[in-house]
């Protein structure tokens, strides 16, 4: 029979001391039933799948209300963790509260939402891969214990910084009460906003020009708006000789048309000609609004000018005593050359040239300084000898000055847009740069939602899977079970019928014997 051919899978649940309960799983069944139940098994799967994000969206959607931003800083001395002005860079004032608040300013917010998004925001450092693999190499080294090996391994340990010059800025926008959108307008607001913070903060110092534009010369006598005004431009041209000096590219302003050296150039020519003609006017002819008072700062200028050269003096003393102690070093040449043999040669030392350089620059101010105190010193001279100058020639003054800081503002305008014009587009053009922006992108969402149900997805797939193999076996055991109940009631009818015919073959054996 065919059914005796099939194979078959015995499972048999037993209670204790008892040997019923046999049931019979047939392979062909089983398969069959896997297929059966397979549409069954997918769409459950899908269902569960669906379910899981939906309601990790619904239920989890705070734990995912963060955005991302890459930061990069680029210019001298970022590798070694400084900032612009040299002093240690403080990456947390990219969530500064002045940041923020021009942030919410442009953008209409109210500054009341300045400290939630402050504690929200976090900033963190990357470190190459290549850098961390260096101290783990080093580590590994220490700690084997390797002699001498160690120990070197433990001072490059020492030896070994990285600062980053990359930085992840997240925004966790949960506690703000933002949608999407608004936290993604908000944050890159600030990330933008933070350029221009870090271009006023460590660009062109506009303290200078304040001090200029704000200078009002008639509260002062004319000797000391003469100084105010020579003082100030001396620090203008300081600041400009040194952009000039740190400017590779020779920038030319768009804007001005000036390069820094021809800045440079006209605050000298003010000093020499116009400021110097002001003041050699004011001298011949003798010019104040007040004498005594005159007389006085003349005084005091002499005092502070006379302490300031004692201490150029010493300073100046020391410079020559250790350039005439030093000794540049020297190199013995052997040549073929009966005349250069034994010839001794000095070589340049940076030191030495230091040095002259120094007594150079100590030189010329104590020398101005003694000019200063001449001048000064003779008009106390003048003042107090020589009648003062008339109202005719104190007019002249006035208009000379007026014209004076209507040149002094033209030329401070210009080193702003110039110096502007520079930093932005040549010094400071790649010093902070947004490199990935936050979004609020449908990927993101999609990928937060898997993150949340990432664990329910595989809970509920894999439990939806047990039922299939359970129902799958279930149905299988009373297939089996059916088939066994047929075939026995089968076997019993053919017993049967045997056992009939043997009975009619005894009769019919048994008549034939009649």
Not at 15 to 20: L, M, Q, R, T, W
Not at 55 to 66: P, R
Not at 372 to 382: E, F, H, K, L, Q
């Amino acid at each position: 029979m065919n059914n005796k051919r099939e194979s078959y899978l015995n499972v048999t649940l037993k209670k204790e001391n008892d040997d019923e309960g046999e049931a019979l799983v047939n392979l062909r069944d089983l398969f069959k039933n896997f297929k059966r139940y397979l549409a069954i098994w997918i769409c459950a799967s899908i269902i569960v799948s669906i379910l899981s994000l939906v309601g990790a969206a619904i239920f989890k959607s705070d734990d995912h209300k963060e955005l991302k931003s890459l930061v990069s800083f680029a210019y001298k001395g970022i590798e070694s963790g400084l900032d612009p002005a040299g002093n240690k860079l403080d990456v947390n004032s990219l969530k500064s509260p002045a940041v923020i608040e021009m942030a919410l300013t442009n953008l209409g917010r109210s500054v009341g939402e300045l400290e939630a998004i402050r504690q929200d925001i976090s900033i963190e450092g990357i470190i190459p891969k290549d850098a961390i693999e260096r101290i783990t190499a080093y580590k590994s080294i220490y700690e084997s214990g390797a002699g001498n090996s160690s120990l070197d391994a433990a001072q490059q340990m020492l030896d070994t910084k990285y600062y980053p010059t990359q930085y992840n800025v997240s925004f966790n926008y949960a506690n703000t009460g933002y949608k999407s959108s608004e936290a993604v307008q908000v944050f890159n607001e600030i990330l933008n906003c933070y350029q221009d913070y870090f271009f006023d903060t460590y660009g062109y110092n506009k303290s200078l020009g304040s001090a200029i534009t704000t200078l009002d010369y008639n509260d002062y006598d004319y000797s000391e708006a003469v100084d105010v005004f020579n003082d100030t431009l001396s620090t203008l041209k300081s600041y400009v000789d040194q952009l000039s000096v740190s400017d590779a590219t020779r920038f030319r302003s768009n804007i001005t048309g000036y390069t820094f050296a021809d800045l440079s150039e006209t605050i000298s020519t003010i000093k020499s000609i116009d400021l110097d003609l002001i003041s050699s006017y004011i001298a011949v002819n003798n010019v104040t609004k007040d004498k005594d008072a005159a007389v006085t700062y003349y005084q005091y200028r002499v005092e502070q000018l006379t302490r300031e050269r004692a201490v150029t003096e010493e300073k100046l003393a020391s410079i020559i005593d250790s350039f005439n102690n030093y000794q540049k070093d020297t190199v013995l040449m052997f040549g073929e050359d009966k005349d250069s043999l034994g010839a001794n040669y000095t070589q340049a030392s940076p030191q030495y040239d230091s040095l002259i350089n120094q007594k150079i620059d100590t030189q010329t101010q104590l020398s101005s300084t003694t000019q200063r105190i001449n001048y000064y010193n003779s008009r106390i001279t003048a003042l107090n000898s020589l009648p003062v100058g008339s109202q005719e020639k104190m007019d002249k003054v006035d208009g000379n000055l007026q014209k004076l800081n209507e040149k002094v503002n033209v030329l401070l305008d210009n080193v702003n847009k110039t110096a502007d014009e520079y930093y932005e587009n040549v010094s400071f053009s790649n010093a902070y740069n947004v490199l990935v922006p936050a979004s609020s992108s449908n990927v993101n969402l999609i990928t937060n939602a898997l993150d949340s149900a990432k664990m329910i997805l595989l809970i509920g797939n894999a439990l939806i899977f047990v039922i299939y193999i359970f129902a799958a076996v279930i149905s299988s055991i009373k297939d089996g079970s059916k088939k066994k109940t047929i075939e026995f009631e089968g076997s019993d009818s053919e017993s049967d019928s045997n056992d009939d015919e043997k009975k009619e073959d005894i009769q019919k054996k048994a008549t034939k014997k009649q």
